[in-house]
C-alpha cells in the first residue's frame, strides 16, 4: 500500500524549460513533506521541502506546491538546467502529529532527464 | 565535516549467511536513520535511533534483521540467515535529532545475496 506515490517513472525536459513533478499522497496525517534529489551511487540529498500550513515554499530554480485538498504536490523547476538530470523522491512525515524525527515515507522516484 | 559513511560500499554474500553493514553518522547527530531501497522502489524505512535506543523500529522486515548502536555514534545493521529477497541498497542517515531536522544520507551499501 503506497502511501506516497509518484506515478510518473521518468520524465524528459528541454533544458531551460520548466520541469514540473508530480507526487500524490494517502495518509492524512502527513504534514510535512520533502524533495530529495539522487545521482547515481550517491545517497539521497535534500533539495526544498514544504509543512502543510503553507501552499507554496520557494527557494532559487525551485518551488513546491501543496494542495492539501487533494493530497498532491508538485515540484517546479525552472529553468531546468542539464545538472538536474537525476531521481527526484518525494517524501512525507507526519511532523507535527507526533511523528517527531521518525522516519520518512518516500515514493518510487521520478528520473528527470534534462536534453540539451 | 565529513558526511555520513557507510562500510562497505558493496557486499556479496550467499544465501544463508550473516552480514553486518556499518554506518558513521555525522558528528553530533543524535538521531540515525536506516533504510533499504530496493531496485524500482523508493528508499523504505527501517528503525530509528534516537542516541543509543531504538526509538521506531517498525520498519524492520522480519526477526532476521537486528540493529544496534552501542555508544550513540556508529550503527551496524545486522541480517541473519540471508535471502535473495534482502538484496538491495542499504541507506543510512542521520540528523541532529530534533523534530523536523534534515536527514543527511551515506552513499548507501549495495547488498547482493546469491
Known amino acids: 500500500d503506497q502511501q506516497v506515490k509518484q506515478n510518473s517513472p521518468s520524465l524528459s525536459v528541454q533544458e531551460g524549460r520548466i520541469s514540473i513533478l508530480n507526487c500524490d499522497y494517502t495518509n492524512s496525517m502527513f504534514d510535512y513533506f520533502l524533495w530529495y534529489k539522487k545521482y547515481p551511487a550517491e545517497g539521497p540529498t535534500f533539495l526544498i521541502s514544504i509543512s502543510s500550513i503553507k501552499d507554496k515554499n520557494e527557494d532559487g530554480r525551485f518551488t513546491v506546491f501543496l494542495n492539501k485538498s487533494a493530497k498532491h504536490l508538485s515540484l517546479h523547476i525552472v529553468p531546468s538546467q542539464p545538472g538536474d538530470s537525476a531521481v527526484y523522491f518525494c517524501?512525507?512525515?507526519?511532523?507535527?502529529?507526533?511523528?517527531?524525527?521518525?522516519?520518512?515515507?518516500f515514493g518510487k522516484g521520478t528520473h528527470l532527464i534534462i536534453q540539451p | 565535516g565529513a558526511g555520513v559513511s557507510q562500510t562497505p560500499s558493496n557486499k556479496v554474500t550467499e544465501k544463508g549467511k550473516y552480514v553486518e553493514l556499518r554506518c558513521d553518522p555525522i558528528?553530533?547527530?543524535?538521531?540515525l536513520y536506516w533504510y533499504r531501497q530496493s531496485l524500482g522502489q523508493g528508499p523504505e524505512f527501517l528503525i530509528y535511533f534516537q542516541g543509543t535506543g531504538a526509538a521506531d523500529d517498525s520498519g524492520l522486515p522480519n526477526d532476521r534483521f537486528f540493529a544496534v548502536r552501542p555508544e550513540g555514534s556508529v550503527s551496524t545493521l545486522k541480517i541473519q540467515r540471508t535471502e535473495r529477497g534482502d538484496s538491495a541498497v542499504y541507506l543510512c542517515?542521520?540528523?541532529?535529532?530534533?523534530?523536523?531536522?534534515?536527514?543527511?544520507f551515506g552513499p548507501g551499501t549495495r547488498l547482493t545475496v546469491l
Open positions: 558528528s553530533g547527530h543524535t538521531a
Open positions: 517524501a512525507a512525515r507526519s511532523l507535527y502529529s507526533g511523528g517527531g524525527a521518525d522516519g520518512l515515507t
Open positions: 542517515a542521520s540528523s541532529e535529532g530534533l523534530a523536523g531536522d534534515e536527514q543527511f
